[in-house]
């Protein structure tokens, strides 16, 4: 690893699409690992699980793409892209964080997952309609916070954006955000930023 520079394992679309918004967004430079990265024998050395992404701090193992992008915003307030903690803005950071991951995220992974990743014995397909009427539900509170505001706290662009950005985009392209013009909208919008790391859309199975 070039010195003092942080490697991240991970590439487009997947979650280590976040990170790698963030640090154009602060303008950091990095080191990509991301040929052959599933193979790569350091990659369960920063994540013990063998998942992206994960990033190499010093030799140190951060992973979970929204703790790496709070982590880097952090390292760096003067970039206006996090609030400090213990202020209204921080829990609002965590409160969306939060609930992007556990009530929307989960519920499109699970598919995902079952169909395009786990071995045909272990597909629940019966659980897909389940999986999308479950997000959909949750949904309905970012739609309604994004009814009058660009962006989700304060109305200004930050890391939070970036974690529940890259949540409304896979959900848009699993075909969950059907009705919900607020938020794709959103992530219309936030694809117009030039930092922006979210891939064209296309739809997956």
């Given at each position: 690893?070039?010195?003092?520079?942080?490697?991240?394992?991970?590439?487009?679309?997947?979650?280590?699409?976040?990170?790698?918004?963030?640090?154009?967004?602060?303008?950091?430079?990095?080191?990509?690992?991301?040929?052959?990265?599933?193979?790569?024998?350091?990659?369960?050395?920063?994540?013990?699980?063998?998942?992206?992404?994960?990033?190499?701090?010093?030799?140190?193992?951060?992973?979970?793409?929204?703790?790496?992008?709070?982590?880097?915003?952090?390292?760096?307030?003067?970039?206006?892209?996090?609030?400090?903690?213990?202020?209204?803005?921080?829990?609002?950071?965590?409160?969306?964080?939060?609930?992007?991951?556990?009530e929307m995220?989960?519920?499109?992974?699970?598919?995902?997952?079952?169909?395009?990743?786990?071995?045909d014995e272990?597909?629940?397909?019966?659980?897909?309609?389940?999986?999308?009427?479950?997000?959909?539900?949750?949904?309905?509170?970012?739609?309604?916070?994004?009814?009058?505001?660009?962006?989700?706290?304060?109305?200004?662009?930050?890391?939070?954006?970036?974690?529940?950005?890259?949540?409304?985009?896979?959900s848009q392209?699993?075909?969950?955000?059907?009705?919900?013009?607020?938020?794709?909208?959103?992530?219309?919008?936030?694809?117009?930023?030039?930092?922006?790391?979210?891939?064209?859309?296309?739809?997956?199975?």
């Open positions: 690893m070039t010195e003092n520079l942080m490697r991240l394992f991970g590439f487009s679309p997947t979650r280590a699409t976040r990170p790698m918004w963030t640090f154009a967004e602060l303008g950091i430079d990095y080191e990509p690992v991301t040929e052959g990265v599933f193979k790569h024998p350091e990659l369960k050395k920063y994540h013990p699980l063998g998942r992206l992404p994960a990033l190499d701090v010093g030799g140190k193992g951060l992973f979970e793409s929204a703790a790496i992008c709070t982590y880097l915003a952090d390292l760096h307030p003067e970039k206006g892209l996090i609030s400090p903690s213990g202020t209204w803005e921080r829990a609002l950071h965590d409160q969306w964080t939060s609930f992007v991951l556990t995220e989960a519920w499109g992974w699970s598919t995902f997952r079952s169909t395009n990743i786990v071995p272990e597909k629940i397909p019966e659980a897909y309609d389940f999986n999308r009427n479950a997000y959909r539900d949750s949904a309905v509170a970012l739609e309604m916070a994004l009814a009058d505001s660009q962006y989700l706290i304060n109305n200004t662009f930050s890391v939070a954006d970036i974690i529940v950005g890259w949540t409304c985009h896979f392209r699993l075909g969950y955000n059907t009705g919900f013009d607020n938020i794709n909208a959103y992530v219309a919008r936030l694809m117009e930023r030039p930092a922006c790391a979210l891939p064209v859309i296309e739809e997956i199975a």
